[in-house]
């Protein structure tokens, strides 16, 4: 008997059809002989609406009030699904996420789990129940509802996954797998066979929201078996991640991403001297304010100053604007640009490591397409540009028809790699 998480996300759940849906796909695992938990997002698009409603009443909610009412969406699809297991005459029990022993953070609206409790899921598990456990939220010190940051479904799942030892995480969506790009953005992208956690990982950071990038980092963490796969098509196998040492590297570039939630801010004319830029980023990891490409140029000779860019999620502006104050009298400047009209356009794949010519192909290739690129930053396995967000369908075609990730198959050369 092994033991099985699955998780649905919100298209899966949204009406009562698919609701029944996924119960048959719940007792279809059972039947089989396992232990099974299902992890549930909310209904559709309720968590838009319920923060939609919100912005109808206040452009600045406290964090603790958008908890508790964000949380709601997946308590009402985890009873639902219950009471339809319970009506094929099988037992089934939900659970929030206080009930369910998730622990996380003391932080509201992108809190991480920090521990899980399972004795409860265990119990009613070993009762032969099928337990569904709301996604999305936890609770931190004095029991306050937290959430885990939007798409934080996938991360309450491999994290229960981890700590009832699961023999596998399958997350069920409305695509048949893992990609090697958006299929809404390029329809001919192909569905990957398998992907490894580290290429993932970097997909999902830089925009992939097929996954929460977190629950990929605790499935690599915690070695947990993960399957991307259709709850319209449950005998599917969709998209394995495993190890990135299992993976045969077959190209140089394994999948793109594109991410138009993020803004650009550009400090210009901050003085040259130790401890602004940890002021600065101080101030902003305080307001919990999280930041991603960080460029400072070269400081100018004539007045002593550089310029230092980074980006924010588009999220977080208001949070920004309301410590721009604070932030003019650390950097002694008030020449901030602000820019929300960007998509950073990214290429992942661990065959990039150590052979060069990969950036310069990108380069070259929106050049071609007479995309300029306003800012660059790379890792070991991805290289980012941001570019006007006008320009994202078209990076993203030119650079899928470059790296080979649309069209025809995905070729299986084994052996060493050719040289780009
Ligand atoms: P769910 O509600 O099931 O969690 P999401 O909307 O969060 O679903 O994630 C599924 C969506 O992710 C797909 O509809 C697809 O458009 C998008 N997506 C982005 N990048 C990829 C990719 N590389 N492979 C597959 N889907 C992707
Ligand atoms: N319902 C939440 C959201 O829409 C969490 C999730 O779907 O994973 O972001
Ligand atoms: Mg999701």
């Known amino acids: 008997m092994g033991i099985i998480v699955q998780k649905f996300g919100g298209t899966s759940v949204a009406d009562s059809e698919k609701i029944k849906n996924v119960a048959s796909a719940a007792l279809r695992e059972k039947n089989k002989g396992n232990q099974v938990v299902v992890v549930v997002s909310a209904m559709g698009h ?3 609406n319920l923060i939609k409603l919100s912005k109808e009443i206040t452009l600045k909610p406290s964090e ?6 964000m949380s709601v969406g997946e308590q009402i699809s985890m009873s639902l699904l219950a009471m339809a297991i319970q009506e094929t005459g099988n037992d089934a029990i939900s659970l ?5 022993g998730i622990q996380t953070e003391n932080c509201h609206m992108c809190a991480r789990i ?10 009613h598990l070993d009762e032969g129940k099928i337990v569904i456990v709301a996604g ?3 609770v931190c010190e004095d029991n306050e509802i937290t959430t885990l940051g939007r798409g934080g479904s996938d991360t309450t799942a491999v994290a229960i996954a981890s700590a ?3 023999d596998r995480c399958d997350i069920y969506s409305d695509v048949e797998g893992v990609y090697t790009c958006d299929p809404r953005i390029i329809k001919t992208a192909q569905k990957l066979d398998k992907i490894s956690y580290e290429e993932m990982l970097e997909l999902a950071r830089v925009g992939a929201n097929v996954l929460h990038p977190r629950s990929v980092e605790t499935a690599k963490a915690n070695k947990i078996p993960m399957r991307v796969r259709s709850s319209f098509k449950l005998e599917d196998l969709g998209t394995l991640i495993i190890g990135v040492e299992e993976m045969e590297l077959n190209k140089p570039v394994t999948g793109l991403a594109c991410d138009s939630s993020q803004t650009r801010i550009v400090i210009c004319d901050v003085e040259d001297k130790p401890g602004n830029a940890a002021k600065l980023f101080n101030l902003l990891a305080e307001k919990n304010i999280s930041v991603d490409m960080i460029i400072q140029s070269y400081a100018r000779q004539s007045n002593n100053t550089n310029d230092i860019a980074f980006t ?6 208001n949070k920004f604007n309301q410590i721009k104050e604070e932030i003019y009298g650390i950097v002694n400047t008030s020449n901030i640009h602000i820019d929300s009209d960007i998509t950073r356009v990214s290429i992942v794949g661990a065959g990039m490591i150590d052979r060069p010519g990969i950036a310069a192909k990108m380069f070259n290739t ?3 397409e007479k995309i300029n690129i306003k800012m660059i930053s790379t890792s070991e396995i991805k290289i980012s540009c941001l570019v006007e967000k006008q320009y994202k369908d078209q990076a993203a075609v030119a650079l899928a028809k470059v790296f080979d990730l649309d069209g025809a198959e995905i070729a299986d050369v084994k052996g060493d790699l050719p040289v780009v």
Do not use: W
């Open 46 to 48: 309720t968590t838009d």
């Open 64 to 69: 603790r009030e958008m908890d508790m009412l």
């Open 96 to 100: 929030t996420g206080l009930q369910a």
């Open 114 to 123: 920090v521990d899980i409790n399972p004795s409860k899921i265990k119990k």
């Open 136 to 138: 999305f939220q936890g």
């Open 164 to 166: 009832i030892q699961a």
């Open 312 to 317: 924010i999620s588009n999220d977080d502006l």
């Open 366 to 368: 929106l050049a071609q």
